[in-house]
Protein backbone atom coordinates (compact mmCIF):
# COMPACT_ATOMS: atom_id res chain seq x y z
CA UNK A 1 0.00 0.00 0.00
CA UNK A 2 1.32 3.65 -0.87
CA UNK A 3 2.42 5.30 2.14
CA UNK A 4 0.12 8.28 1.21
CA UNK A 5 -2.73 7.23 1.09
CA UNK A 6 -4.08 7.84 4.29
CA UNK A 7 -2.28 11.65 3.98
CA UNK A 8 -3.59 12.98 0.88
CA UNK A 9 -6.68 14.44 2.37
CA UNK A 10 -4.87 16.00 5.26
CA UNK A 11 -2.83 19.25 4.21
CA UNK A 12 -2.55 22.01 7.13
CA UNK A 13 -3.76 25.14 6.26
CA UNK A 14 0.48 25.95 5.80
CA UNK A 15 1.59 29.20 4.26
CA UNK A 16 2.18 27.34 1.00
CA UNK A 17 -0.85 25.43 0.81
CA UNK A 18 -2.65 29.04 0.90
CA UNK A 19 -0.25 30.56 -1.65
CA UNK A 20 -0.94 27.43 -3.73
CA UNK A 21 -4.54 27.29 -3.71
CA UNK A 22 -4.08 31.24 -4.56
CA UNK A 23 -2.32 30.43 -7.76
CA UNK A 24 -4.29 27.52 -9.03
CA UNK A 25 -7.21 29.78 -9.49
CA UNK A 26 -5.70 32.47 -11.71
CA UNK A 27 -4.35 32.29 -14.88
CA UNK A 28 -1.42 30.49 -15.93
CA UNK A 29 -2.54 27.47 -13.69
CA UNK A 30 -6.17 27.95 -13.90
CA UNK A 31 -6.69 26.19 -17.67
CA UNK A 32 -3.37 24.35 -17.57
CA UNK A 33 -2.65 21.64 -14.89
CA UNK A 34 -1.28 21.56 -11.73
CA UNK A 35 -0.19 18.73 -9.19
CA UNK A 36 1.88 19.22 -5.75
CA UNK A 37 2.90 17.31 -3.04
CA UNK A 38 4.97 17.95 0.27
CA UNK A 39 4.90 15.83 2.78
CA UNK A 40 7.37 15.35 6.08
CA UNK A 41 8.62 12.00 6.56
CA UNK A 42 7.19 11.71 9.94
CA UNK A 43 3.67 11.73 7.95
CA UNK A 44 2.61 15.42 7.70
CA UNK A 45 1.00 16.64 4.54
CA UNK A 46 2.42 20.14 4.50
CA UNK A 47 1.20 20.53 0.73
CA UNK A 48 -1.38 18.52 -1.46
CA UNK A 49 -3.05 19.80 -4.70
CA UNK A 50 -4.07 17.60 -7.73
CA UNK A 51 -1.38 15.28 -6.04
CA UNK A 52 -2.64 11.97 -7.64
CA UNK A 53 -2.91 13.79 -11.41
CA UNK A 54 -0.80 11.85 -13.65
CA UNK A 55 1.41 14.27 -15.36
CA UNK A 56 4.07 14.45 -17.95
CA UNK A 57 7.18 14.23 -15.95
CA UNK A 58 10.41 15.35 -18.12
CA UNK A 59 13.77 14.74 -17.03
CA UNK A 60 12.20 14.22 -13.60
CA UNK A 61 11.79 10.71 -14.46
CA UNK A 62 15.63 10.87 -13.75
CA UNK A 63 14.54 11.02 -9.90
CA UNK A 64 13.22 7.09 -10.46
CA UNK A 65 15.75 5.98 -13.06
CA UNK A 66 19.00 7.10 -10.94
CA UNK A 67 17.64 6.32 -7.71
CA UNK A 68 16.60 2.80 -8.84
CA UNK A 69 20.18 2.22 -10.49
CA UNK A 70 21.81 2.84 -6.98
CA UNK A 71 19.54 0.75 -5.38
CA UNK A 72 19.83 -2.07 -7.64
CA UNK A 73 23.53 -1.49 -9.26
CA UNK A 74 24.98 -0.32 -6.03
CA UNK A 75 26.77 2.84 -5.89
CA UNK A 76 30.04 1.69 -6.05
CA UNK A 77 29.12 -0.55 -9.91
CA UNK A 78 31.48 0.14 -12.71
CA UNK A 79 31.54 0.37 -16.39
CA UNK A 80 34.16 -1.76 -18.18
CA UNK A 81 36.13 -0.97 -21.04
CA UNK A 82 37.62 -4.38 -22.59
CA UNK A 83 40.85 -4.29 -24.83
CA UNK A 84 40.83 -7.63 -27.05
CA UNK A 85 42.31 -9.04 -30.18
CA UNK A 86 41.67 -11.44 -32.76
CA UNK A 87 45.45 -12.27 -33.86
CA UNK A 88 48.96 -13.00 -31.78
CA UNK A 89 51.45 -10.16 -31.26
CA UNK A 90 55.04 -11.36 -33.06
CA UNK A 91 57.93 -9.47 -32.89
CA UNK A 92 56.09 -6.57 -31.29
CA UNK A 93 53.70 -6.56 -34.18
CA UNK A 94 49.86 -7.27 -33.35
CA UNK A 95 48.96 -9.77 -36.77
CA UNK A 96 45.34 -8.83 -36.38
CA UNK A 97 42.81 -6.38 -35.42
CA UNK A 98 41.81 -4.34 -32.03
CA UNK A 99 38.88 -4.55 -30.26
CA UNK A 100 37.73 -1.42 -28.12
CA UNK A 101 34.54 -4.10 -26.56
CA UNK A 102 32.26 -1.77 -24.78
CA UNK A 103 29.53 -2.25 -21.96
CA UNK A 104 28.07 0.72 -22.42
CA UNK A 105 30.22 3.55 -20.39
CA UNK A 106 28.51 6.92 -20.97
CA UNK A 107 31.61 8.28 -19.90
CA UNK A 108 34.22 7.80 -22.13
CA UNK A 109 35.69 11.26 -23.95
CA UNK A 110 32.90 13.21 -21.16
CA UNK A 111 34.74 15.83 -18.77
CA UNK A 112 33.07 14.70 -14.89
CA UNK A 113 35.33 16.81 -13.17
CA UNK A 114 38.93 15.53 -13.98
CA UNK A 115 41.26 16.98 -16.45
CA UNK A 116 41.72 15.35 -19.82
CA UNK A 117 39.16 12.33 -19.09
CA UNK A 118 39.61 11.11 -22.96
CA UNK A 119 43.52 11.26 -23.02
CA UNK A 120 43.99 9.61 -19.21
CA UNK A 121 41.43 6.79 -21.09
CA UNK A 122 43.98 6.87 -23.92
CA UNK A 123 46.91 6.70 -21.90
CA UNK A 124 45.53 3.16 -20.05
CA UNK A 125 44.52 1.93 -23.03
CA UNK A 126 48.04 2.79 -24.51
CA UNK A 127 49.57 1.03 -21.16
CA UNK A 128 47.21 -2.32 -21.72
CA UNK A 129 48.95 -2.48 -25.80
CA UNK A 130 52.21 -1.76 -24.67
CA UNK A 131 52.30 -4.08 -21.11
CA UNK A 132 51.08 -7.20 -24.38
CA UNK A 133 54.54 -6.01 -25.93
CA UNK A 134 52.53 -4.38 -28.77
CA UNK A 135 54.48 -1.63 -30.81
CA UNK A 136 51.95 -1.83 -33.59
CA UNK A 137 49.00 -3.21 -34.55
CA UNK A 138 48.87 -4.86 -38.28
CA UNK A 139 45.09 -4.48 -38.66
CA UNK A 140 41.92 -2.41 -37.32
CA UNK A 141 40.68 -0.86 -34.77
CA UNK A 142 37.55 -1.79 -34.22
CA UNK A 143 35.07 -0.17 -31.47
CA UNK A 144 32.36 -2.79 -30.63
CA UNK A 145 28.95 -1.95 -29.42
CA UNK A 146 27.42 -5.65 -29.35
CA UNK A 147 26.88 -4.97 -25.60
CA UNK A 148 23.07 -3.01 -26.33
CA UNK A 149 21.78 -5.33 -29.22
CA UNK A 150 18.53 -3.14 -29.43
CA UNK A 151 17.81 0.06 -31.26
CA UNK A 152 19.09 2.80 -29.03
CA UNK A 153 16.35 5.30 -30.05
CA UNK A 154 12.99 5.37 -28.48
CA UNK A 155 9.95 6.19 -31.27
CA UNK A 156 8.48 8.20 -28.75
CA UNK A 157 11.05 10.93 -28.80
CA UNK A 158 10.02 14.09 -30.61
CA UNK A 159 11.61 14.78 -33.83
CA UNK A 160 13.22 18.50 -32.57
CA UNK A 161 14.81 16.67 -29.79
CA UNK A 162 16.95 14.21 -32.39
CA UNK A 163 17.84 17.03 -34.13
CA UNK A 164 18.78 18.78 -31.49
CA UNK A 165 21.16 16.07 -30.11
CA UNK A 166 19.19 15.67 -26.99
CA UNK A 167 18.23 12.48 -27.39
CA UNK A 168 21.71 10.54 -28.45
CA UNK A 169 21.39 6.83 -28.69
CA UNK A 170 22.80 5.05 -26.11
CA UNK A 171 25.69 2.49 -27.31
CA UNK A 172 27.60 -0.44 -25.93
CA UNK A 173 30.68 2.18 -26.94
CA UNK A 174 30.02 5.67 -26.30
CA UNK A 175 32.35 8.47 -27.01
CA UNK A 176 31.73 12.34 -26.40
CA UNK A 177 27.97 12.04 -25.75
CA UNK A 178 27.42 10.45 -29.08
CA UNK A 179 27.46 13.73 -30.56
CA UNK A 180 28.11 14.30 -34.57
CA UNK A 181 31.63 14.41 -35.65
CA UNK A 182 32.34 15.50 -39.39
CA UNK A 183 35.96 16.89 -38.96
CA UNK A 184 37.27 13.72 -40.81
CA UNK A 185 36.28 10.97 -42.71
CA UNK A 186 35.14 13.84 -45.84
CA UNK A 187 32.53 15.23 -43.51
CA UNK A 188 30.64 11.77 -43.25
CA UNK A 189 28.90 11.67 -39.72
CA UNK A 190 29.84 8.45 -38.22
CA UNK A 191 29.24 6.70 -35.11
CA UNK A 192 30.23 7.54 -31.38
CA UNK A 193 32.12 4.04 -31.36
CA UNK A 194 34.01 4.67 -35.00
CA UNK A 195 35.31 8.26 -33.85
CA UNK A 196 36.51 6.92 -30.56
CA UNK A 197 38.76 4.20 -32.94
CA UNK A 198 39.72 7.39 -34.80
CA UNK A 199 40.72 9.67 -32.25
CA UNK A 200 42.00 6.56 -30.73
CA UNK A 201 44.35 5.76 -33.49
CA UNK A 202 45.46 9.03 -33.72
CA UNK A 203 46.34 9.18 -30.48
CA UNK A 204 48.72 6.37 -30.80
CA UNK A 205 50.10 7.71 -33.39
CA UNK A 206 51.53 10.50 -31.59
CA UNK A 207 52.81 7.94 -29.02
CA UNK A 208 54.84 5.86 -31.13
CA UNK A 209 52.31 2.80 -32.26
CA UNK A 210 51.12 2.52 -35.46
CA UNK A 211 47.89 1.36 -36.71
CA UNK A 212 48.23 -0.53 -40.45
CA UNK A 213 44.32 -0.87 -40.60
CA UNK A 214 41.30 1.37 -40.46
CA UNK A 215 39.07 2.15 -37.83
CA UNK A 216 35.28 2.02 -37.71
CA UNK A 217 33.19 0.35 -35.23
CA UNK A 218 31.45 -3.21 -35.58
CA UNK A 219 28.91 -2.71 -38.61
CA UNK A 220 32.19 -1.19 -40.24
CA UNK A 221 33.88 -4.49 -40.14
CA UNK A 222 30.55 -6.77 -40.38
CA UNK A 223 32.46 -9.26 -42.54
CA UNK A 224 35.54 -9.12 -40.57
CA UNK A 225 33.67 -9.34 -37.09
CA UNK A 226 35.05 -12.51 -34.86
CA UNK A 227 33.08 -13.45 -32.13
CA UNK A 228 33.60 -12.07 -28.94
CA UNK A 229 33.90 -15.29 -27.19
CA UNK A 230 37.26 -16.30 -29.32
CA UNK A 231 38.88 -13.28 -28.98
CA UNK A 232 42.44 -12.43 -26.67
CA UNK A 233 41.88 -10.19 -23.80
CA UNK A 234 44.62 -7.85 -23.24
CA UNK A 235 43.23 -5.85 -20.50
CA UNK A 236 40.03 -3.25 -19.49
CA UNK A 237 39.52 -0.19 -17.91
CA UNK A 238 36.72 0.93 -15.48
CA UNK A 239 34.35 3.88 -15.21
CA UNK A 240 33.81 6.41 -12.14
CA UNK A 241 32.15 4.63 -9.67
CA UNK A 242 27.91 4.52 -10.27
CA UNK A 243 27.00 7.43 -7.67
CA UNK A 244 29.60 9.32 -9.32
CA UNK A 245 27.52 8.99 -12.56
CA UNK A 246 24.03 9.48 -11.53
CA UNK A 247 25.36 12.43 -9.84
CA UNK A 248 26.55 13.81 -13.12
CA UNK A 249 23.46 12.49 -14.76
CA UNK A 250 20.89 14.82 -12.03
CA UNK A 251 23.46 17.86 -12.16
CA UNK A 252 23.81 17.82 -15.59
CA UNK A 253 20.12 16.10 -16.54
CA UNK A 254 22.23 14.36 -19.01
CA UNK A 255 19.77 12.07 -21.11
CA UNK A 256 22.32 9.92 -22.69
CA UNK A 257 23.70 8.96 -18.96
CA UNK A 258 20.29 8.04 -17.91
CA UNK A 259 19.52 5.81 -20.99
CA UNK A 260 22.15 3.98 -20.50
CA UNK A 261 21.36 3.36 -16.59
CA UNK A 262 18.08 2.51 -17.82
CA UNK A 263 19.33 -0.04 -20.58
CA UNK A 264 21.90 -1.28 -17.96
CA UNK A 265 19.60 -2.24 -15.63
CA UNK A 266 17.25 -4.14 -17.95
CA UNK A 267 20.94 -6.18 -19.11
CA UNK A 268 22.03 -6.66 -15.33
CA UNK A 269 18.76 -8.10 -14.13
CA UNK A 270 17.12 -9.36 -16.92
CA UNK A 271 19.41 -9.56 -19.74
CA UNK A 272 18.12 -7.37 -22.36
CA UNK A 273 18.37 -4.05 -23.09
CA UNK A 274 14.88 -3.73 -25.24
CA UNK A 275 13.34 -0.83 -24.08
CA UNK A 276 9.72 -2.11 -23.85
CA UNK A 277 11.30 -5.38 -21.63
CA UNK A 278 13.64 -2.41 -19.70
CA UNK A 279 10.14 -0.02 -18.86
CA UNK A 280 8.71 -3.44 -17.21
CA UNK A 281 11.42 -4.22 -14.97
CA UNK A 282 11.61 -0.56 -14.09
CA UNK A 283 7.58 -0.78 -13.15
CA UNK A 284 8.29 -4.42 -11.03
CA UNK A 285 11.32 -2.67 -8.85
CA UNK A 286 8.90 0.18 -8.64
CA UNK A 287 6.00 -2.23 -7.43
CA UNK A 288 8.62 -4.04 -5.26
CA UNK A 289 9.30 -1.23 -3.02
CA UNK A 290 5.67 -1.16 -2.32
CA UNK A 291 4.36 2.08 -4.63
CA UNK A 292 1.27 1.93 -6.34
CA UNK A 293 2.66 1.52 -9.52
CA UNK A 294 -1.12 2.63 -10.90
CA UNK A 295 0.38 6.05 -10.71
CA UNK A 296 3.58 6.13 -13.48
CA UNK A 297 4.05 5.03 -16.86
CA UNK A 298 7.48 3.94 -18.03
CA UNK A 299 8.13 4.46 -21.36
CA UNK A 300 11.83 5.56 -20.78
CA UNK A 301 14.94 6.78 -18.35
CA UNK A 302 15.13 10.26 -19.02
CA UNK A 303 12.02 11.47 -19.34
CA UNK A 304 12.19 12.92 -23.05
CA UNK A 305 8.91 10.82 -24.08
CA UNK A 306 6.34 12.67 -23.79
CA UNK A 307 4.01 9.20 -23.05
CA UNK A 308 6.15 8.92 -19.66
CA UNK A 309 3.68 9.85 -16.69
CA UNK A 310 3.62 10.19 -13.33
CA UNK A 311 1.77 11.60 -10.56
CA UNK A 312 3.14 14.38 -7.92
CA UNK A 313 2.27 11.63 -4.87
CA UNK A 314 3.86 8.80 -6.67
CA UNK A 315 7.52 10.86 -6.65
CA UNK A 316 6.78 11.91 -2.99
CA UNK A 317 6.52 7.96 -1.89
CA UNK A 318 8.90 7.02 -3.87
CA UNK A 319 11.35 9.85 -2.66
CA UNK A 320 10.45 9.12 0.95
CA UNK A 321 11.41 5.58 0.27
CA UNK A 322 14.29 6.46 -1.05
CA UNK A 323 15.13 8.58 1.98
CA UNK A 324 14.57 4.89 4.61
CA UNK A 325 17.12 3.35 2.02
CA UNK A 326 21.16 2.68 2.59
CA UNK A 327 22.07 4.23 -0.84
CA UNK A 328 20.05 7.90 0.56
CA UNK A 329 23.14 10.13 0.90
CA UNK A 330 24.38 9.28 -2.30
CA UNK A 331 21.00 9.72 -3.40
CA UNK A 332 19.89 13.32 -2.22
CA UNK A 333 23.50 14.49 -2.88
CA UNK A 334 23.36 13.91 -6.38
CA UNK A 335 20.69 16.42 -6.81
CA UNK A 336 21.54 20.07 -7.70
CA UNK A 337 20.55 23.11 -5.12
CA UNK A 338 19.36 26.36 -6.46
CA UNK A 339 22.43 28.02 -7.92
CA UNK A 340 23.81 25.15 -9.17
CA UNK A 341 23.72 23.10 -12.79
CA UNK A 342 20.52 23.02 -14.16
CA UNK A 343 19.41 25.22 -10.89
CA UNK A 344 21.85 27.88 -11.83
CA UNK A 345 18.99 31.00 -12.06
CA UNK A 346 16.78 29.44 -9.63
CA UNK A 347 15.80 31.22 -6.00
CA UNK A 348 18.21 33.81 -6.67
CA UNK A 349 17.22 36.24 -3.85
CA UNK A 350 16.48 33.39 -1.51
CA UNK A 351 18.29 33.33 1.67
CA UNK A 352 21.23 30.62 1.49
CA UNK A 353 20.02 29.23 4.54
CA UNK A 354 16.91 27.91 2.75
CA UNK A 355 18.56 27.37 0.03
CA UNK A 356 21.02 25.34 1.63
CA UNK A 357 18.79 22.29 1.99
CA UNK A 358 16.73 22.12 -0.74
CA UNK A 359 17.63 19.20 -3.42
CA UNK A 360 16.01 18.78 -6.28
CA UNK A 361 15.99 17.61 -10.19
CA UNK A 362 14.25 19.80 -12.47
CA UNK A 363 12.20 18.74 -15.89
CA UNK A 364 11.38 20.82 -18.61
CA UNK A 365 9.76 20.87 -21.90
CA UNK A 366 7.49 22.77 -23.78
CA UNK A 367 3.71 23.78 -21.25
CA UNK A 368 6.10 21.34 -18.88
CA UNK A 369 7.89 23.01 -15.44
CA UNK A 370 8.30 20.01 -12.81
CA UNK A 371 10.61 20.04 -9.55
CA UNK A 372 11.21 17.39 -7.29
CA UNK A 373 13.11 16.06 -4.48
CA UNK A 374 13.61 17.14 -0.56
CA UNK A 375 14.42 19.69 2.26
CA UNK A 376 16.41 18.72 4.40
CA UNK A 377 16.15 19.64 8.14
CA UNK A 378 18.25 21.66 9.80
CA UNK A 379 18.38 19.62 12.73
CA UNK A 380 19.65 16.91 10.89
CA UNK A 381 16.71 14.44 12.06
CA UNK A 382 15.43 11.83 9.52
CA UNK A 383 11.69 12.72 10.68
CA UNK A 384 11.57 16.32 9.25
CA UNK A 385 12.62 15.12 5.96
CA UNK A 386 10.08 16.68 3.22
CA UNK A 387 10.04 15.19 0.20
CA UNK A 388 7.90 17.59 -2.47
CA UNK A 389 6.82 17.63 -5.85
CA UNK A 390 5.43 20.31 -7.77
CA UNK A 391 4.21 19.67 -11.96
CA UNK A 392 2.45 21.65 -13.96
CA UNK A 393 1.70 20.60 -17.91
CA UNK A 394 0.19 22.50 -20.41
CA UNK A 395 1.18 25.83 -19.14
CA UNK A 396 1.83 28.10 -22.22
CA UNK A 397 2.54 30.99 -20.01
CA UNK A 398 6.28 32.44 -20.53
CA UNK A 399 8.41 31.05 -18.26
CA UNK A 400 9.31 33.95 -16.23
CA UNK A 401 6.07 33.90 -15.56
CA UNK A 402 5.99 30.36 -14.47
CA UNK A 403 9.03 29.48 -12.70
CA UNK A 404 9.02 32.23 -10.08
CA UNK A 405 5.61 31.61 -9.02
CA UNK A 406 6.61 27.30 -9.04
CA UNK A 407 10.09 28.74 -7.09
CA UNK A 408 7.79 30.50 -4.18
CA UNK A 409 5.99 27.71 -3.64
CA UNK A 410 8.59 25.94 -3.42
CA UNK A 411 10.38 27.92 -0.68
CA UNK A 412 7.38 28.09 1.51
CA UNK A 413 7.31 24.49 1.33
CA UNK A 414 11.17 24.56 2.72
CA UNK A 415 10.21 27.91 5.28
Known sequence: ????????????????????????????????????????????????????????????????????????????????????????????????????????????????????????????????????????????????????????????????????????????????????????????????????????REYLAAGGIAVDGETGDEEDFAELLAPEDSLRYLGKTYSEPLRALVSHTNHRSDNLFAETLFRTMGMELRETDEYGACAALEMALLEAMGLDVSQVRVRDGSGLSRKNYVSPGFLVDFLLRMAGRPVFDAYVRSLPQPGAGTLAARMRTAPASVKSRIYMKSGSMD???????????????????????????????????????????ILLIAE
Not at 31 to 59: I, Q
Not at 105 to 131: H, K, N, S, Y
Not at 367 to 389: K, Q, W
Open 1 to 200: MSLLLPMLLQAQQTPAQRYIEQVAAQEPFRSSALGVLAVRADGDTLASFASRAKLVPASNMKLLTTGLALENLGPGYRYETVLACDGAVRDSVLAGNLYLIGEGDPTLGVEMGMADPELRTFRQWQTILETAGVSRIGGNIIADRRYFPSEGVLGDWMVEDLESEDAVAAAGVNFRHNYRDTTYAGGAERSGAANLAHYF
Open 367 to 409: GIRCFSGYVLPENGRPEDVIAFSVMTNNNTAPSGTVLPILDRI
